[in-house]
């Protein structure tokens, strides 16, 4: 197990690494999808950008999961995966953001939003 | 292929001993509906017990079908998927691969999903078709879907997945009965036992893979599945965004809070007192009837004093938890307790606990019993294990009757808050704080020693707000009931007649001996020296042994050592003796030795278990005894 996410020492850079294996997974057919996409490096501008910076009610794309495997783990089983869009739609009283995600509502800690690297997506990619 | 997967797996002989009764599981994630449809399938037909060896409960039900055919139905734990993380879907994996102890692999399966999150739910859909088992896929929670716009080609979803479908809305029963000509097939035999082979993808067997290509490849099959469906998200229900936005307020969040924590307390401590009062009373005059139609022998006074007091001390508390999981139901079945989790959870997360700690420790005012199992939601291992250690701290109605002794018989009646509070309320408010600051004072010890750990990650998954199933509500009550009255009563009555063994011996001429020459005044005085300091002397010593059983024992057991005829906490007789007996300082300190420590075997036998060893019922009861003498110890020097 947990080879992917080394990303505590170098935070946010296992993308390639995944793409990668996610090729040799599906081959060809399905390489539409966002997340199968190569990432350029002008994609990585926003490489520090995380899910707590994010304001209210925009739509994200996630990018990767920064921190260990036991933790990674229950937000992989609820869809949170590298590719999947995220919005937040409220905070919680105690500052802790609620956030949407294929038509669920997940509550986190604020500190696990912080290792959830995003990126903003593109008006183009806002169209389709 | 099909023959020799039967007999490689083991796996259900429906073919070969037709006598067999066919077995169905019902599997789907947290909030799916899962119980919903299981109780309306099987109604009272069911049993609870624990899987072996786990503290997983398993819920096994009997379905009557037509002709009189009928099958076994089993609700398995809500799982999101089988990495074997938490217990629950251990046991998951295990029941579905016939790999439990004395259970027969299931027949068929039947998968819920709440079809308002297909895509979020269906990541269950690919670990569970592995399986090959035949599927029911029940999209529940159908109308609802509608409703909010939402679509799915049902034809097409099953023709990919190669299960049948069946929408259904477990809320109103809408479908249940095709789900029933469903079952109805598989008891026929039809399907039943055959391996299916799913052509899903071209993915290979996703245990084999490292945990995130497994997750995206389970994710972009589920993506696929649900495209190739041609399923229409349903827009956001209005309901949960107008309800979220009052409950999750900066400002009314809190505060609506803090009011149903309050309604909750006020039900245990006010509603269910004219129930137990009349339990009180029942068990009184039936003791009285049995001891007058028994002759006047040993026997008589084993059964009225003690198996008849012993355990009627357990069934008084019923109406308390029976009051206290309608309420706790309620707010769990209505989508409330996740926000309540939420809310809770940054105070919780700073002692060292977390959000799903909450409604255990909330239970813990009832009774500590319910509330150790109700831990077993929190995923974490060592979150869990600190809940359990300090839900004991919490005052359970079982240290009412103790402290409703001492604060009458030592406390005065003088207002403290002009007429809005007495002393006496007071000094009952502040030992329920003191179990309040002992419990946040251990987690925050216990998370910087032995369950010390990278702090961890709190996810809450928000159903949508629905309205409780008064079906279900009152099901979960029966099944609460019956489990706390098994496993309290076992303890309560095994001690029981210990107790009044030790009060018959040694024998003497005229029968009984006095309660200070009898075995257990003997333990009373080996006690005597330790308890000392405290300012006690043997007869509480017998009190503190015996409350060991229970905390409201020592009350029935100081009534009968004083040869008060009626052992009533209400008694003014015992309540004046006491004063005579025991300084001020020493009564205070006795209130919180007992607000702290664990005089409860029924607690220690189910830390017992939910922690599968001795070691931390051990540490619990040995710490707390710590707390409670040396707490009773300072107080008898102060006052």
Redesign the interface.
């Known amino acids: 197990?947990?080879?992917?996410?080394r990303a505590f020492e170098r935070p946010c850079t296992l993308v390639e690494i995944?793409f990668q294996?996610?090729r040799d997974?599906?081959?060809a057919g399905?390489t539409e999808?966002p997340?199968h996409r190569s990432v350029t490096a002008e994609e990585h501008q926003s490489e520090d950008l995380r899910l707590g910076d994010i304001p209210m009610q925009q739509e994200v794309e996630l990018v990767s999961?920064d921190?260990?495997?036991?933790?990674?783990?229950?937000?992989?089983?609820?869809?949170v995966?590298?590719?999947?869009r995220i919005c937040p739609v409220?905070s919680?009283?105690?500052?802790?953001p609620?956030v949407?995600?294929?038509?669920?509502?997940?509550?986190?800690?604020r500190?696990?939003a912080a290792c959830l690297c995003v990126k903003l997506l593109s008006s183009l990619q806002d169209a389709g | 292929m099909v023959e020799q997967d039967l007999v490689a797996s083991g796996g259900p002989a429906t073919k070969d001993a037709p006598a067999q009764t066919p077995i169905v599981a019902l599997v789907g994630p947290p909030n799916s509906g899962k119980t919903t449809l299981f109780n309306q399938l099987t109604g009272l037909r069911q049993k609870v017990a624990n899987y072996p060896g786990v503290t997983v409960e398993k819920h096994v039900g009997h379905v009557s079908l037509t002709e009189g055919r009928h099958l076994s139905l089993v609700d398995l734990p809500g799982v999101h998927g089988f990495s074997a993380r938490t217990l629950d879907e251990r046991v998951t994996r295990d029941v579905l691969e016939g790999k439990v102890e004395g259970m027969q692999s299931p027949d068929a399966l039947i998968l819920i999903v709440d079809v308002t999150r297909l895509e979020n739910q269906l990541m269950l859909v690919e670990p569970v078709l592995e399986m090959g088992l035949p599927t029911l896929l029940v999209l529940n929670m159908a109308d609802e879907l509608d409703a909010r716009g939402g679509s799915v080609d049902d034809q097409a979803l099953a023709e990919r997945l190669g299960v049948d479908i069946v929408r259904t809305s477990a809320r109103t029963g809408a479908g249940i009965d095709d789900v029933r000509a469903y079952l109805r097939g598989v008891a026929d035999g039809g399907t039943a036992g055959e391996h299916v082979e799913r052509e899903l993808s071209n993915v290979p067997a996703s245990t084999a893979l490292p945990v995130i290509d497994a997750f995206a490849a389970r994710r972009t099959l589920v993506r696929n599945i649900v495209q190739d469906a041609d399923f229409v998200p349903p827009g956001p229900s209005q309901l949960t965004e107008r309800l979220d936005s009052l409950f999750l307020h900066r400002l009314w969040g809190p505060l609506i809070f803090f009011g149903v924590v309050l309604l909750v307390f006020q039900s245990i401590f006010t509603w269910a007192v004219p129930l137990m009062d009349g339990i009180d009373w029942m068990v009184a005059t039936s003791g009285d009837w049995v001891s007058s139609s028994l002759p006047d022998t040993w026997y008589r006074s084993l059964i009225v004093d003690g198996v008849w007091a012993g355990v009627g001390s357990v069934i008084i508390f019923l109406p308390q938890i029976l009051v206290l999981f309608l309420f706790l139901g309620i707010l769990e079945d209505s989508g409330y307790m996740a926000r309540a989790a939420v809310i809770a959870d940054r105070a919780m997360y700073r002692v060292g606990l977390q959000g799903r700690a909450f409604l255990p420790l909330l239970s813990g005012y009832a009774c500590a019993v319910p509330a150790i199992l109700a831990a077993r939601t929190i995923d974490d291992e060592r979150d869990r294990l600190a809940t359990i250690f300090v839900t004991p701290f919490m005052t359970c109605s079982a240290r009412l009757p103790v402290y409703a002794l001492l604060i009458a018989a030592f406390i005065p009646n003088r207002p403290v808050l002009g007429p809005f509070m007495s002393q006496r309320a007071a000094v009952l408010l502040g030992l329920y704080g003191l179990g309040i600051v002992a419990a946040v004072f251990t987690a925050f010890l216990l998370k910087r020693t032995l369950l010390k750990a990278e702090p961890t990650s709190f996810l809450m998954e928000l159903p949508p707000y629905r309205i409780p199933s008064p079906r279900t509500l009152m099901l979960r009550l029966l099944d609460r009931s019956k489990i706390f009255l098994r496993r309290a009563g076992r303890i309560i009555f095994a001690v029981a007649i210990v107790l009044w063994t030790l009060t018959q011996f040694p024998r003497t001429e005229a029968g009984a001996p006095d309660i200070e020459q009898s075995a257990l005044g003997t333990i009373g005085h080996v006690i005597e020296p330790v308890i000392e300091p405290l300012g006690l002397d043997w007869r509480v010593g017998i009190g503190i042994v015996t409350s060991l059983a229970a905390r409201e024992v020592i009350v029935g057991t100081l009534g009968t050592i004083y040869g008060v005829e009626t052992a009533d906490e209400e008694a003014v007789a015992l309540q004046e003796i006491l004063r005579r007996d025991l300084e001020p300082g020493a009564a205070i300190g006795l209130l919180i030795f007992f607000a702290f420590a664990l005089q409860c075997m029924s607690t220690v036998a189910v830390m017992r278990r939910e922690t599968a060893g001795w070691k931390w019922p051990l540490v619990q009861f040995t710490y707390m005894l710590l707390l409670g003498y040396v707490g009773a110890f300072i107080a008898f020097r102060i006052f």
């Open positions: 197990m947990g080879r992917c996410f995944q294996s996610q997974l599906f081959g399905i999808l997340m999961l921190m260990p495997d036991e933790l990674a783990e229950p937000l992989l089983e609820r869809g995966l590298p590719g999947c409220r919680s009283p105690g500052g802790d609620i949407s995600i294929n038509g669920s509502l997940l509550a986190l800690r500190e696990t």
